[in-house]
Nanobody
């Protein structure tokens, strides 16, 4: 069994900051890529940021310079530091982890955490 537990979402004012956390637990090992996706009401889910096992990061253009993704392999966790938040950042954010179990390589999703940016 593999579980991803997210935390850190909430309501913030425009220009504020939030730090999202996602911790994997269970029988997962040798984690490869980790990322954050978001889905706003009525919109398609999009990749926000991804970090590879080698530490290479990529971001959707709309968050570049404002968001930072990082990981802690010892804690099997991935984080998303979000600064200078805008109303258009409002969405449910989901973490995604690719990693191996004894059954092979699999992809896992967190339960989602709501981020609301108000003015």
């Amino acid at each position: 069994q593999v579980q991803l537990v997210e935390s850190g979402g909430g309501l913030v004012q425009v220009g504020g900051s939030l730090r999202l956390s996602c911790a994997a637990s269970g029988s997962i090992f040798s984690i490869r890529t980790m990322g954050w996706y978001r889905q706003a009401p009525g919109k398609q889910r999009e990749l926000v940021a991804v970090i590879t096992s080698g530490g290479i990061t990529n971001y959707v253009d709309s968050v570049k310079g404002r968001f930072t993704i990082s990981r802690d392999n010892a804690k099997k966790s991935v984080y998303l530091q979000m600064n200078s938040l805008k109303p258009e950042d409002t969405a449910v954010y989901y973490c995604n982890v690719e990693g191996f179990t004894v059954a092979g390589l699999n992809e896992y999703w967190g339960q989602g955490t709501q981020v609301t940016v108000s003015s």
